[in-house]
């Protein structure tokens, strides 16, 4: 049964500093891990997502990362801004029968401080 | 071009009753998933829909269904709620059930249910 970590579960900045989110998996055999951010009240947005055949993926000021192999994930954000504050979560999509499905690490709840 | 809607945005209900939760997906888009968020267990999978049909399910009991129409718009109903169904239930929309980079998964505010 896959299940999915983040770590840590919370976390504060200064606004500046550059930052390293963790998401770590079980089971390898996976089709896609993504990375989303979830505002207060609100639905998720995908920030990034990797196919299991890829590496890293970029999008402006993030970065993430994939290790299938070891079954880790990272989520680098640069020069974070106080906007940047939410709960980010990854989320893996299983192959086979698990495809279409996504299991959620619980998140990291981030404060960027002014 | 319109978000996923998701209707209504919260509800109070009673155990016992029934409820019923609507979810209008992005135009085009023809897979919808449901989610459901509590602070303890976190989001867990419902189930997907594509064109009509189910086609994965997660762990949940009976009570929890759903169904698609033809526009791809899609219903989830708990029947019999109990306290612990409590929680917020998002709604996703893709093209095909499994996003990529240039097609992601879009995902609805969600419903706030409370059952008293």
């Known amino acids: 049964k896959q299940e999915v970590t983040q770590i840590p579960a919370a976390l504060s900045v200064p606004e500046g500093e550059n930052l390293v989110l963790n998401c770590s998996f079980t089971?390898?055999?996976?089709?896609?891990l993504q990375w989303f951010r979830q505002d207060p009240g609100k639905g998720l947005t995908s920030l990034l997502l990797?196919?299991?055949?890829?590496r890293e993926q970029t999008s402006g000021r993030l970065n993430a990362s994939l290790d299938k192999s070891s079954g880790r994930s990272t989520l680098y954000i640069a020069a974070s801004q106080p906007g940047d504050s939410a709960t980010y979560l990854c989320?893996?999509?299983?192959?086979?029968?698990?495809?279409?499905?996504?299991?959620f690490g619980q998140g990291t709840t981030l404060q960027v401080k002014p | 071009k319109a978000g996923v809607t998701q209707t209504p945005r919260y509800l109070i209900k009673t155990r016992g009753q029934q409820v019923t939760l609507s979810c209008s997906p992005i135009s085009g888009h023809r897979s919808v998933s449901w989610y459901q968020q509590t602070p303890g267990q976190g989001l867990q999978f419902l189930f997907e829909y594509f064109s009509e049909t189910q086609r994965n399910k997660g762990n949940f009991p009976g009570r929890f269904s759903g169904r698609q129409f033809s526009n791809s718009r899609s219903e989830m109903n708990v029947s019999t709620l109990e306290l612990g169904d409590s929680a917020l239930y998002l709604c996703?929309?893709?093209?095909?059930?499994?996003?990529?980079?240039?097609?992601?998964?879009?995902f609805g505010n969600g419903t706030r249910l409370t059952v008293t």
């Open positions: 989320a893996v999509m299983g192959l086979g029968s698990n495809t279409g499905k996504l299991i």
């Open positions: 089971d390898s055999a996976i089709y896609n």
């Open positions: 990797i196919q299991s055949s890829q």
């Open positions: 996703a929309s893709s093209l095909s059930g499994i996003p990529t980079s240039n097609s992601p998964l879009h």
